[in-house]
């Protein structure tokens, strides 16, 4: 298993720090984490959004979009997904 922990700052988008090196408009990796600090949201393909704040557990499908919300670093660990995310292949 691979427990991973991801920290992004205020301004980071996935689309635009991960999807565009790696050409996808959206990630397709499935998650399961936790919030440790600052907020989020996950934006799905289908439209759904949602906002991801200290102490929440998470479970985003795979067909999504990301950003850190506010002025605050966002930190999570990651329980599924960690061992895709942002791989080079």
């Given amino acids: 298993m691979t427990?991973?922990?991801a920290t992004y700052e205020p301004g980071w988008k996935w689309s635009?720090?991960?999807?565009?090196?790696?050409?996808?408009?959206?990630?397709?990796?499935e998650h399961v984490g936790m919030v440790?600090?600052?907020r989020a949201t996950a934006a799905?393909?289908?439209g759904r959004i949602i906002?991801?704040?200290a102490g929440d557990?998470?479970?985003?499908?795979?067909?999504?979009?990301?950003?850190?919300l506010g002025e605050e670093p966002y930190v999570s660990l990651h329980f599924m997904g960690a061992g895709?995310?942002?791989?080079?292949?």
């Fill in 16 to 29: 635009v720090h991960v999807g565009k090196a790696a050409g996808q408009k959206s990630c397709s990796v």
């Fill in 3 to 5: 427990i991973g922990r």
């Fill in 36 to 38: 440790v600090s600052g």
């Fill in 44 to 46: 799905m393909d289908d």
């Fill in 51 to 53: 906002e991801m704040r």
């Fill in 57 to 68: 557990v998470f479970y985003i499908a795979p067909g999504h979009d990301s950003w850190v």
């Fill in 84 to 89: 895709e995310y942002a791989k080079h292949k």
